[in-house]
């Protein structure tokens, strides 16, 4: 079965500071989709963002970068210049093809503090 | 574009009783899935629907279930509440013209079994 492990509860950092969230996954299916939803406290999970498994290149999205290295089944998230706004949670998902259709498998979630 | 949206966003329920919870996904998007996300945790998968046909079901009771209608709407029962339903309930669509299969959240409804 598919697995995604977050190991910090919870990080904090300074303003314009960069930082590091950190995701390992497990599978054995060839071909998959690694994704970060930000959740703040009102619930919404919003989409950062994707990676998939033949992408040759880290996928980036704005102040977003993730850090794909493949053989370590690693994904992070690097948030640059963090904003007081970038306060949430942050789950790491992978897409799990399964009967015919996707679903995501979510990890534990790690809760970032950013001060000012 | 309006996104995924939801309702109620709260709701307060007793043991025992029955809840309706509604989806109404992005327009153009055909597939909407529903989770669980329970204080503390990830959200875990309870269905996925496309072109109003379940393609899929996680582990939850039989007491859960779902439908889609012909505006690609869709609605969660949940009967029997117990204590442990307890949870936000997020509803996510995807367009199945995009290859990463992307889903994007509605605001969630909170659900609260007294």
């Known amino acids: 079965a598919q697995k995604i492990t977050q190991t910090q509860p919870g990080m904090f950092v300074q303003e314009k500071e960069a930082v590091t969230l950190d995701c390992t996954y497990d599978?054995?299916?060839?071909?998959?989709?690694l994704f970060w939803y930000k959740q703040p406290s009102s619930g919404e999970m919003i989409f950062l963002i994707y990676?998939?498994?033949?992408?040759?290149q880290n996928a980036t999205e704005g102040r977003y970068s993730l850090n794909f290295q493949k053989a370590r089944k690693s994904a992070n998230l690097v948030i640059s210049a963090s904003q007081l706004g970038d306060s949430a949670m942050y789950f790491c998902?992978?897409?799990?093809?399964?009967?015919?259709?996707?679903?995501?498998?979510f990890g534990a979630g790690t809760r970032l503090a950013v001060h000012p | 574009d309006a996104g995924v949206t939801q309702s109620p966003t709260h709701l307060i329920k007793t043991r025992g009783q029955h809840v309706t919870l509604r989806c109404s996904p992005i327009s153009g998007h055909k597939s909407v899935s529903w989770y669980q996300q329970v204080l503390g945790q990830g959200p875990q998968f309870i269905f996925q629907?496309?072109?109003?046909?379940?393609?899929g079901r996680g582990n939850f009771p039989d007491r859960f279930s779902a439908r889609q209608f012909p505006n690609y709407s869709s609605e969660l029962n949940v009967n029997a509440l117990l204590l442990g339903d307890s949870a936000l309930y997020l509803c996510?669509?995807?367009?199945?013209?995009?290859?990463?299969?992307?889903?994007?959240f509605g605001p969630g409804t909170r659900l609260t079994v007294l």
């Open positions: 629907y496309y072109e109003k046909e379940e393609r």
């Open positions: 996510a669509s995807t367009s199945t013209l995009e290859s990463t299969d992307t889903q994007y």
């Open positions: 990676q998939g498994s033949y992408d040759q």
């Open positions: 998902a992978m897409r799990e093809f399964s009967g015919g259709y996707n679903k995501l498998i």
């Open positions: 599978t054995s299916d060839p071909s998959y989709g």
